[in-house]
């Protein structure tokens, strides 16, 4: 089993996470591309090379991110459409996350078997979630996953200050 920390980092003009492992030292560092049509965000490992990006697509009803790891096939992360809970498919491999009301608490499932715990710290300065990796094998793909469920979060709270402004 894996643990890691996932920070979104406050005021910079494009996304920036920290991603560090249960020994406090940096595993990830994931950048957004500024000045992109649509999110991008660049991860890249300890030694600098880049080894995951998260794109959003555009054009789709509901918020859909796309995660390419070379060597894999593309995964898209969808959000469903839920009664009073946080949903999300990850397409390919078959696995859900399903999240609580509040959205602080999350598991990615592959049918009964657990692949991963996501809880979001309830009092930060900016978003950070605490991961529990199951198989080490799958600790960049449920990270990739976090990002593109902060990345959807982010997006709905940012819709919702827009429409109660407007009123």
């Known amino acids: 089993m894996s643990r890691f920390l996932?920070?979104?980092?406050?005021?910079?003009?494009?996304?920036?996470?920290?991603?560090?492992?249960?020994q406090g030292e940096d595993a990830y560092l994931a950048r957004g591309q500024w000045m992109?049509?649509?999110?991008?965000?660049?991860?890249?490992?300890?030694?600098?090379?880049?080894?995951a990006m998260l794109q959003r697509k555009l054009g789709?009803?509901?918020?859909?991110?796309?995660?390419?790891?070379?060597?894999?096939?593309?995964?898209?992360?969808?959000?469903?459409?839920v009664f009073l809970r946080v949903q999300?498919?990850?397409h390919i491999l078959d696995w859900t996350v399903e999240g609580d009301a509040f959205h602080h608490d999350f598991y990615?499932?592959?049918?009964?078997?657990?692949?991963?715990?996501?809880?979001?710290?309830w009092v930060a300065?900016?978003?950070?979630?605490?991961v529990e990796v199951m198989d080490d094998r799958d600790d960049l793909l449920v990270l990739m996953i976090v990002l593109?469920?902060?990345?959807?979060l982010l997006e709905a709270?940012?819709?919702?200050?827009?429409s109660g402004a407007e009123k």
């Not at 796309?66 to 969808?78: H, N, Y």
């Not at 300065?125 to 605490?130: E, T, V």
């Not at 593109?148 to 959807?152: E, G, I, N, P, Q």
Request: net charge positive.
């Open 60 to 81: 789709s009803l509901r918020p859909q991110f796309l995660i390419t790891i070379p060597g894999l096939p593309e995964i898209a992360v969808v959000r469903e459409l």
């Open 157 to 162: 709270r940012m819709a919702t200050k827009i």
């Open 6 to 22: 996932l920070q979104r980092k406050l005021m910079t003009f494009a996304d920036r996470y920290s991603i560090k492992d249960e």
């Open 125 to 130: 300065n900016a978003d950070q979630y605490s």
């Open 36 to 51: 992109s049509v649509g999110k991008k965000i660049h991860v890249k490992d300890r030694e600098g090379k880049e080894v």
């Open 108 to 121: 990615i499932r592959s049918g009964v078997k657990e692949i991963a715990r996501i809880r979001k710290k």
């Open 148 to 152: 593109a469920m902060d990345c959807s």
């Open 88 to 90: 999300y498919s990850v």
